[in-house]
């Protein structure tokens, strides 16, 4: 086995948050794509509690959950490009708009694509809210974290290719109430390491219709 692997599945955004952050710190890895309607023995091994990818090995250890993760190879690799920043009130500021992103943001996906009716209207409500919370929060700045790219664009971005999906789903413009995050999602797209990473959003838009029916 090699030192550092990623047991991951190839649309997942939370796989590619940790993607991203390797490709960053220039950490070289081996890539386990799984199949999660057929688990296999490692995955199931390394995650037992919850059974899901992403999972990092790294000497044979595993790491669970993305944003976890995410700080794992921000700490094991430290001399490279650092995600979170030095200062301990930032930092916390980091963690806590990350954990906005998977609580909120999360949840409206969820309830925008399964519910009908009322409920996905309330859906897309509290996710264009959501959204315009983040606008807010990233302001006129390059990046979350300032000038430079860092721990909440990295948790955020593999969410973008999903915009398209909340629009069509939705029936709303994310660039109509958002316009500096759409921009932003275009900056951080210039970087190697995202680009690379990032599924596109039709196909985004392709899988999700297979899994939850046309909207």
Known sequence: ????????????PFGQRCRIALAEKGVA??????NLEQKSELLLRSNPVHKKIPVLLHGGRPVC?????????????????PLLPRDPY????????????DNKIVDCQTRLLTTKGEAQEQAKK??????????SELGDKDYFGGQAFGFVDVAFVTLTPWFYTYEKYGDFSVE??????????????????VAKALTDPEKVYEIVQEEYGAN
């Open 1 to 12: 086995m090699a030192d550092v692997m990623l047991l991951d599945f190839w649309a997942s």
């Open 65 to 81: 959950e993305s944003l976890i993760i995410l700080t794992y190879i921000d700490e094991a690799w430290p001399e490279m490009m």
């Open 29 to 34: 890895y081996e890539y386990s794509e799984q």
């Open 90 to 101: 930032a930092r916390a500021q980091a963690r806590f708009w990350a954990n906005y992103i």
């Open 176 to 193: 109509e109430h958002c316009p500096r995050i759409v921009a932003w999602a275009a900056r951080c797209r210039e970087r190697e390491s």
């Open 126 to 135: 509290d996710m264009i809210g959501a959204l315009k919370t983040l606008d």
